[in-house]
């Protein structure tokens, strides 16, 4: 549905680029749920474990959020090269993440793509 880019801006700013993929954008079934992704986040800008929007491009030729780009390993990756993490590792990561998401909740707010890939 997207591709995420590592851009920067012209004073050197990195950020994270997240573009609606161009075969899908005459659908407007997909465009309004980016759309609400893009709301969901705007939404959750006081939760500082979820990654930040930093704005909303929209030109009808194309549609973009610009999030805040995250340093370092994804869970994924951070298993892939030292393989499964152990238990009290884990337990201390969850108790990290698990208010967010019930937050997230308390707002009928669901993340659909819950995977080591989306954790920083």
């Not at 491009?57 to 805040?68: C, H, L, N, S």
């Not at 090269?81 to 108790?95: K, Y």
Request: aromatic share 8%; net charge negative; with cysteine.
């Amino acid at each position: 549905m997207s591709t995420v880019y590592l851009a920067e801006n012209d004073i050197g700013d990195q950020f994270a680029l997240k573009t609606l993929n161009l075969d899908l954008i005459q659908q407007e079934s997909i465009r309004n749920r980016f759309r609400n992704e893009m709301e969901a986040l705007k939404s959750l800008r006081d939760i500082e474990q979820v990654c930040q929007i930093k704005d909303f491009y929209e030109d009808g030729q194309q549609m973009a959020i610009v999030m805040e780009y995250l340093t370092g390993h994804d869970l994924l990756r951070f298993i892939r090269l030292n393989g499964p993490v152990p238990p009290q590792q884990l337990i201390d990561w969850m108790r990290m993440l698990l208010p967010a998401f019930a937050r997230c909740h308390d707002r009928k707010i669901v993340h659909r793509d819950v995977k080591p890939s989306n954790f920083s």
